[in-house]
């Protein structure tokens, strides 16, 4: 196994859009393995492709922590109905030492395919469904920063310029 570079905003591969997985083979299976052990790592509840520059739709989810682990690989995945309003902090690996609520649907129901293949039917809340809007979110070259409004935007472009200028100072 290994950890993969996480790509941070406003990398281009991060606005992209990810394609489907037609097959799952060794390939796919090897990243996947790599993707769960940078989440861990990170830490994060959940990464997608497109973070480790990968633009195939494949996200891995722990929402469980570290007592209780449950770990979601999810192929393809897709909303198939929403509904409910939540607005809850979020954070993204890929937008470090940022936090914004945001406007998401407070249930969902998910399709996905599991590293077997199996299709999975899924009905979620709190905050696995926040996550798994998050990351599907990232499949489609969207980060939870374009979801506030262009006031918030505007703010977090300021505070984000100089966040990225003292990581470059502790380098
Ligand atoms: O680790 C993460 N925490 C988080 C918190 C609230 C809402 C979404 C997330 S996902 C994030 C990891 C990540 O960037 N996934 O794409
Ligand atoms: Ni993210």
């Known amino acids: ?45 959940g990464l997608a492709g497109p973070q480790v520059a990968v633009l ?40 470090p030492e940022y936090y914004a609520k945001v406007k998401r649907s407070s249930w969902v129901r998910v399709r996905y395919q599991n590293i077997d293949g199996q299709v999975i039917e899924m009905e979620t809340g709190g905050l696995l469904a926040v996550c798994f809007q998050h990351e599907i979110d990232h499949l489609e070259g969207k980060l939870f920063v374009d979801r506030l409004s262009s006031l918030k935007k505007g703010i977090f472009r300021k505070k984000y310029i100089k966040i990225l200028e003292q ?5």
Not at 61 to 82: F, H, S
């Open 1 to 45: 196994m290994a950890l993969l570079q996480i790509r941070r905003y406003p990398d281009p591969v991060l606005a992209k859009s990810a394609a489907p997985i037609a097959e799952i083979d060794d390939e796919v299976r090897t990243l996947v393995d790599n993707m769960v052990e940078t989440m861990y790592a990170a830490p994060g509840v």
């Open 56 to 95: 195939r739709r494949v996200v891995v989810i722990d929402c469980g922590g570290e007592e209780d682990p449950q770990l979601i690989v999810a192929i393809n995945p897709e909303i198939l109905d929403r509904d409910g309003e939540s607005y809850e902090e979020e954070g993204c690996l890929s937008v």
């Open 167 to 171: 990581q470059q100072e502790q380098l």
